[in-house]
């Protein structure tokens, strides 16, 4: 079966950047939707950005004008650009994808990764 998984997480001070990625494996025929969450110890995971198999993105408002969502469909590879980063933004960052295999019969199913650790603090 496919699996997702996300790297490129780290430490960075406060106005840094850093691009984390998301990479599919496994026996793919074609990923549709994909979507970052994030989550804080304590509270409910947040979506903050998403991207259409056509490309289109959306945003959570925090995420507006600082993040960038990204896809390289040759590479089964999705990216999160972040810029501008603030100590709120501190989280365990998760990426789900919806995944058509040819290993599992019916509807495309939604895999997810287990998460990379952001942490921006001076």
């Known amino acids: 079966q496919p699996q997702v998984v996300e790297s490129g997480g780290a430490s960075v001070h406060p106005g840094g950047s850093l691009t984390l990625s998301c990479t599919a494996s496994?026996?793919?025929?074609?990923?549709?939707?994909v979507n970052w969450y994030r989550e804080v110890d304590g509270e409910a995971r947040t979506l903050v950005a998403g991207?259409?198999?056509?490309?289109?993105?959306s945003y959570a408002d925090f995420a507006k004008g600082r993040f960038t969502v990204s896809r390289d469909d040759a590479k089964n590879t999705m990216y999160l650009q972040m810029d501008s980063l603030k100590p709120a933004d501190t989280a365990v960052y998760y990426c789900?994808?919806?995944?058509?295999?040819?290993?599992?019969?019916?509807?495309?199913?939604?895999?997810w990764g287990k998460g990379t650790q952001v942490t921006v603090s001076s």
């Open positions: 991207i259409s198999r056509g490309g289109t993105t």
């Open positions: 496994g026996r793919i025929f074609s990923i549709w939707d």
């Open positions: 789900s994808a919806v995944i058509v295999s040819p290993d599992v019969e019916g509807a495309p199913l939604t895999y």
